[in-house]
């Protein structure tokens, strides 16, 4: 015990008689011992320390005289003369009785109050004699005797050298007898009261104290009996030593132990502190002045005012010295010390507890290792609970009370953090300053920014972050007033509700500062470490809450855990449901901000610089990345690829999509949404609902991007990697973007078709997801990469003002095509091509006629969708929007053969043999403008096709009868004549014929000899059936009925009936009939002039059709049989002629 406090047993004593005033009544045995103690004789010399300094007893000779001259019996402090001003002046009456109130009256005066000189000698005298009298040891062992049977170290002290009281002091805590506490209570008053009667204090600390001129140690120099000036001193230059601050001294360890055992000692009581004493005696008596002293209660109640506007500032100062003290040894702390006692050894957290300064000493230690046991569930007292509680919110109020902080933060402190010391605002300045929003912050200052946040560990409790409780408390009283206050889940709320109407901006900035540290350390987030320790022990290794491993460190526990929760079955090792949960949680809250993913973060540090620099807007700097996934650097180009990878798969991973998209969800999607299990059914919702009304801007916009990131990438559609990825591995290996996967999968597929294989490559589930990719693909231009490229300076040009989406970039570009570029148009053709083997393929088609399409072709397939629509586009309930795109359609697949894929089959034999020359004036960049078409009209009139092509140009020709926009070679060569010649039919748009008969009754006044071919070629192709002739069919639909209904359709045939019933005077026609015919017929006779026939067969063609056919007919006849008769007449002379030249 030789470097405890030497307390000797006079000390007592005065304890006793000091407590005879608060415990008066309570023992007479105490008051009997404290009458004893005035009767004592003073010690021979007496002086103390005044003997060692001449030039002082000299100087305070009538001090010490006093003293010596003292009587055995009845003496009192108040009786001296050089004490009876002050003692009048400054100590109540009653009090001049007893002696140790005396001295605690004197030496407790305020700063401001003067003792007379010889006063203070006197006092101080009067206690060195009172600390070397060794009588005094047996009242301790009376007044304690119970206490010191219980503590079994100061039972076995050596009595007679004043041991004992040193051990009791040391062990004040544990005294539970009410005497003898107050014994030791007012002894340690005494004590401190001069750091000169702590036994070995000022041979340990001589050096230090001169060194940093903290003051005299010899009464001859400064000899006031209030030395706490000193001890703070000292206390602050071991402050400086610990923050490395410039020009620190290093103070000698044993002195070190012996101001962290004074600064111990003192903890209970603040009036044992004296230098905080002094400074915080207003400040006490203006924020605790109903607060009891004893067991540091007055500490408590300060430090919770230390940053009011009222505090003084020298007591401040005072505080936060403490308050260091508290971080480098806990044990400064007497209530955090005693409510922990039991914890601290339960749970093997003071291992080393001989060393003061050890690490497990420091308050960051304890803090951790209980921390890291609540964190396990294990039990920890309530009360030990709320003290951690209340240092880890100092620690988070008060940056420079973490030495680590000032060291290794100071250039971010003074080049950003200036002037904003209080409540946390200098902490939460570093931390803004640590996620990057200033400038790079040095990596040291980083750690310790993060080793901080872990001790004081808010994600705990947010209310331990005061700058972010004060931030957040309107948000939390509103969005998160369903959750218990103090609860981890706090914290989750707010996440969850960052950037919507409820955050402000204040929380929002304080949120993301503590959730950049958060994020990075899966420990710090309480809900998950308590649901995930089991998983990532088994899967990830990891160890106690407050350990770390080089291997795995904190950052990296959690990126292990996200990649097992979404394994499937079969990969096994997969995380359990809770844990698996909070995961999910972690994500969504972490897509809010980049800079909540610290892979992320730290592998695209450069790429973010590089390419996102100017996207600061919410969540633009992912989608920046994504967006420019191909030029990535591979590190970060492989982690935004699986993080796009678990977006593809978890979609409200994307939580600022999710909010955005909400009133979609519940109105389409909600089932989907609450039954989701990791398919990606939610965003395939989305997409197909992404022109529902309820569908926002932003929402489409994001749902959109995602569409388009995901062709960067098959990996990136989780339902279409999942059904297709062994297909896409067998049948397109090294095939990485989608769009490339998808025309692979789809030709191999439609190859297998026309080779009518036996059995598909493509498997079924693969060919279903692949249907539904192909129709996505098709909705939007740029989810073409290879078309939108082509295509972009004809978009900028044509379609500057047309939305993507909905195809509608495709359907301007389609409606302009004799306008683009040949590059452009040829991939346009290519893809009417494709849209017209499949109509599903055609996005504005399936789109516009849906319910057209569920009314008439529930029963037909796919490919025929289009067919069926044809045939059903004149029906009372065909909607109007739906009758004028399939018309759009038939226009398009009338400008060339190959874009009617049944013409195609039909006329395959055809197309070659009749119009082969067509074909070689062709180029694959253009198209033949129903050239083909044309050509088999022709042939159609010469009743020269086969059957099943001849059926299909039939159609046709009613189709165009009725449109004269479905025949692109009138509509090309006729466009100036339509408008000057026939404008009002061409206005009406009604597909009834009219422009088509309006060219034909102004025949003769068309001028272009091209428009005047195509028309003349109209009523060649109505001679051979006249359902080709809307108008004239229309006009003699009932007599063809009456006299023609026995006759089948088809090679002029029905015209013909027609026309003999026109010449047969016993028929009468329908007047409207028969005009219509006999205008037909003087159309004919004209067009026969103006066009002859080309050949026999279009003579013949001709005669057929002629309204004076049997007469023709009977002419030639005639014309036949008298050429007979003069080929017999010549015959028959010729050879008689012959005959008479032989005779010859």
Not at 803 to 818: D, H, M, P
Not at 1110 to 1120: C, M, R
Request: glycine share 4%; with cysteine.
């Amino acid at each position: 015990m030789a470097d405890c406090i030497r307390v000797p047993l006079l000390l007592l004593l005065m304890c006793i008689i000091s407590s005879v005033h608060p415990i008066r009544g309570q023992n007479n045995g105490i008051v009997r011992l404290a009458a004893n103690a005035d009767n004592l004789q003073n010690p021979p010399g007496g002086l103390g320390p005044a003997a060692g300094n001449p030039a002082a007893a000299e100087r305070n000779q009538g001090a010490g005289a006093s003293l010596t001259r003292r009587r055995s019996t009845g003496w009192k402090l108040a009786e001296e003369a050089v004490c009876r001003e002050d003692l009048t002046r400054l100590c109540p009456k009653h009090s001049w009785n007893n002696n140790l109130a005396v001295l605690e009256c004197l030496q407790d005066k305020k700063e401001e109050t003067e003792i007379a000189t010889e006063c203070n000698h006197l006092l101080w005298n009067y206690k060195l004699n009172l600390t070397t009298d060794p009588k005094f040891e047996s009242v301790a062992v009376e007044v304690c005797k119970t206490t010191i049977s219980e503590i079994k170290e100061c039972a076995a002290e050596e009595l007679g050298k004043g041991y004992l009281v040193s051990c009791l002091v040391d062990h004040r805590t544990n005294i539970t007898d009410y005497q003898c506490n107050q014994y030791i209570t007012k002894m340690t008053g005494i004590i401190f009261s001069n750091f000169r009667l702590i036994c070995g204090f000022m041979d340990k600390c001589r050096e230090d104290i001169n060194a940093l001129s903290c003051g005299s140690i010899s009464t001859g120099e400064k000899d006031i009996h209030s030395q706490g000036e000193v001890i703070a001193c000292l206390e602050k230059g071991l402050v400086r030593e610990a923050e490395e601050q410039p020009g620190a001294l290093h103070i000698k360890d044993e002195c070190k132990k012996a101001i962290m055992r004074v600064a111990e000692l003192s903890s209970d009581d603040f009036h044992l502190d004296r230098y905080l004493y002094f400074a915080c005696r207003d400040d006490r008596e203006r924020f605790c002045e109903n607060t009891l002293a004893g067991e540091g209660r007055v500490y408590k109640c300060l430090f919770n005012h230390k940053f009011e506007e009222a505090m003084s500032e020298r007591c401040r100062e005072a505080l936060t010295t403490r308050q260091k003290l508290i971080a480098q040894d806990y044990k400064v702390s007497y209530s955090l010390a005693k409510a922990c006692k039991s914890d601290l050894r339960k749970y093997r957290c003071s291992v080393d507890s001989s060393m003061p300064r050890a690490r497990e000493a420091r308050l960051s230690y304890l803090l951790l290792c209980l921390e890291s046991a609540v964190h396990r569930g294990r039990l920890v007292s309530g009360e030990c609970q709320g003290e951690m509680m209340d240092y880890r919110r100092m620690l988070m109020e008060d940056f420079s009370l973490s030495p680590e902080i000032v060291l290794h933060c100071r250039t971010e402190i003074e080049t950003h953090c200036s002037g904003l010391h209080r409540k946390g605002r200098t902490l939460h300045c570093l931390m803004r300053v640590g996620r990057g929003d200033m400038e790079a912050v040095e990596p040291n200052c980083q750690k310790a920014l993060q080793v901080l946040i872990q001790e004081a560990d808010p994600g705990a409790d947010y209310r331990i972050d005061r700058a972010l409780n004060e931030a957040c408390e309107s948000v939390i009283q509103t969005a998160c007033k369903h959750i218990r206050s103090g609860d981890p889940m706090i914290l989750s709320c707010l996440m969850e509700h960052l950037y919507t109407e409820k955050m402000v901006v204040d929380c929002e900035h304080r949120l993301l500062e503590l959730q950049y540290f958060i994020a990075r350390d899966w420990k710090l987030d309480p809900i998950l470490y308590k649901k995930c320790q089991g998983d990532a022990a088994r899967l990830c290794h990891t160890h106690g809450w407050n350990e770390t491993s080089e291997m795995m460190p904190p950052g990296a526990i959690f990126s292990c855990l996200y990649r097992h929760a979404y394994r499937s079955v079969e990969q096994g090792r997969r995380l359990s449901r809770d844990c698996k949960v909070e995961v999910q949680r972690i994500l969504h809250q972490r897509a809010l901000d980049v800079k909540l993913d610290p892979e992320l973060q730290r592998r695209c540090m450069t790429d973010l610089g590089k390419w996102c620099s100017e996207k600061t807007e919410t969540g633009q700097e992912l989608e920046c990345l994504q967006d420019h996934l191909d030029v990535l650097v591979s590190d970060c180009r492989d982690v935004v690829g699986n993080l796009t990878e678990l977006e593809s798969e978890d979609i409200q991973i994307e939580a600022l999509l999710m909010r955005a998209c909400e009133p979609v969800i519940q109105g389409y999607c909600h089932e989907v949404a609450d039954n989701q299990i990791d398919t990606g059914d939610l965003m395939e919702c989305l997409v197909q609902n992404k022109h529902q009304k309820e569908m926002n801007e932003k929402c489409a916009v994001g749902v959109t991007h995602f569409q388009l990131i995901q062709i960067k990438d098959f990996r990136f559609s989780f339902k279409f990697k999942t059904a297709c990825k062994e297909d896409v591995l067998k049948l397109c290996p090294n095939i990485k973007k989608k769009v490339d996967v998808v025309i692979c999968l789809s030709t191999t597929v439609r190859n297998d078709t026309l080779q009518d294989a036996k059995e598909q490559r493509v498997s079924v589930k693969c060919r279903k997801q692949l249907r539904v990719e192909e129709v996505e693909m098709s909705e939007d231009i740029r989810l073409e990469p290879e078309l939108y490229d082509s295509c972009k300076q004809d978009i900028n040009k044509l379609c500057q003002n047309v939305a993507f989406g909905n195809a509608q970039v495709i359907e301007c570009l389609k409606e302009n095509k004799r306008q683009l570029t040949p590059r452009c148009h040829q991939r346009i053709f290519k893809l009417q091509e494709v849209e017209m083997a499949d109509p599903e393929l055609d996005y504005q088609l399936m789109r516009v006629c849906k319910h057209m399409i569920r009314r008439f072709c529930t029963d037909s397939e796919g490919k025929n969708v289009l067919q069926c629509l044809k045939q059903n586009k004149n029906s009372e309930l065909m909607d109007p929007k739906c009758k004028q795109m399939i018309t759009k359609r038939q226009i398009t697949q009338n400008t060339d053969y190959r874009l009617n894929p049944v013409l195609r089959k039909a006329c395959k034999a055809d197309i070659p043999k009749f119009c082969q020359s067509v074909l070689n004036k062709a180029t694959p960049e253009t198209e033949l403008e129903g050239q083909v078409i044309s050509c088999l009209k022709l042939k159609y009139a010469d009743q020269r096709l086969s059957p099943d092509c001849e059926d299909q140009i039939r159609v046709i020709l009613q189709e165009s009868a009725l449109d004269y926009r479905l025949d692109p070679q009138l509509q090309i060569h006729c466009t100036q004549e339509i408008s000057s010649l026939c404008p009002e039919e061409a206005a009406a748009q009604e597909q009834t014929g009219q422009v088509e008969e309006c060219l034909k009754v102004n025949l003769l006044k068309i001028k272009q000899e091209s428009c005047k071919k195509e028309v003349l070629n109209m009523l060649k192709e109505s001679k051979a059936d006249i359902f080709v002739d809307p108008v004239l069919h229309t006009a003699c639909a009932l007599d063809i009925k009456h006299h023609c209904a026995a006759i089948p359709p088809g090679k002029g045939r029905q015209m013909s009936c027609l026309m003999e019933a026109l010449q047969d005077k016993r028929v009468r026609l329908q007047p409207e009939c028969k005009k219509r015919l006999q205008d037909r017929i003087e159309m004919w006779s004209y067009a026969a002039k103006v066009a002859p026939a080309d050949g026999f067969s279009d003579l013949a063609m001709q005669v057929m059709t002629s309204p004076s056919k049997n007469y023709i007919l009977t002419v030639i006849s005639a014309g036949v049989a008298l050429l007979f008769l003069v080929g017999m007449f010549c015959g028959r002379f010729t050879k008689r002629v012959t005959q008479e030249l032989k005779n010859r």
